[in-house]
């Protein structure tokens, strides 16, 4: 089935609560809009009252009035989520009255909403930059029990003359967010990615940690964190099925798999690839995106505490739709 005809059917079936900060901005009131239309989720639209509706009316949407609004210099608001991010904050210097004024931060107070339970995931990023909203999520929702490295994963939908991965899909990470994992990191990456891939993709995961050796063809202290990186992942999922360090055509192609890493369970058949560090996870899904025509749906934020994607500056009404059904799906339990 349809990636998203899939997502959208489970979305649909387990209304979650998606917080918007950027809830006045047109692109972001139309796919709220459409979102409420389709039933697919619950919308928070942080910002005025005023300004969102009359946008709204401007452009003939006509479901906004489903939508929560929430006012971030509203006293009421800030009362009660400003304590929270002290208590959050308070061992880091910050003070109740920084509190108070950060917490009308529309990016820090969709994370504090996530916190406290009113919202199950945030989307944001189509005017604020990636740092900004991933240091918030940082900062308020904090990592998942037993992870302390947030990354990135990419879904890559393949066209059907590729014939890798399952039912048409790599999963790709880090691409957006560690620029120098460690074995640990690295570990963990691998792990929330297999996570990712069996949670939003639907595929049963098979894990290559990619190097530029295939199990001792090359000797460097790069590919000794790749093999360091396996074994911790190992240790943190037992059932996981993972290998590494294998090059790229070792862990997708069989019949090299089969040549350089006999006895491999992964190597020829791996769906999730995980890269040695973001220069090559970027670079990678971005080529493979351009050069082979690859659909690239992500970053999928992965090992917070709880779902918060971050949009491209430049995403248009139906990106942040799609991103909204994927937030969705990823606060499924
Ligand atoms: N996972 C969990 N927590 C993290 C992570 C992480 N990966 N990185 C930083 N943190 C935490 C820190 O522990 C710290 O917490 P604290 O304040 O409670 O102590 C907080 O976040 C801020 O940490 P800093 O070290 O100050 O982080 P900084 O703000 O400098 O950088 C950032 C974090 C923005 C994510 C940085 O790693 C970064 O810029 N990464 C690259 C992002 C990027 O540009 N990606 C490419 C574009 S995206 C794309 O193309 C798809």
Redesign the pocket.
Known sequence: MDLFVRLTARAKDNTRRIVLPEGDETRNITAADNILADGLADIILLGKRHDIETKAEELGLRHISQATIVEPDDPAVLDKYAPLLYEL?KK?GMTPEEARRKAADVLYLGALMVKAGDADGMVSGAIH????V??AA??VI??APG??????A?LMLLPDHLPYGENGILVFAD?????EPDAR?LAQIAVCTANTAKTVAGIDPRVAILSFSTKGSAKHERVDKVIEATRIAHEMDPDLQIDGELQTDAAIVPTVGALKAPGSEIAGKANVLVFPS?EVG?IA??LVQRLAGVEAV??LLQ??AAPVS?L?RGCSASDIYKTIVMTANQSIK
């Open positions: 904050r880091k930059s990636t740092g900004d991933l240091r940082f900062q904090k990592t992870i302390d490295t947030v990354s990135g990419f691409c957006a967010v560690v620029p990191q973001l970027n899904y971005k992500g970053p090992g917070l971050d491209s």
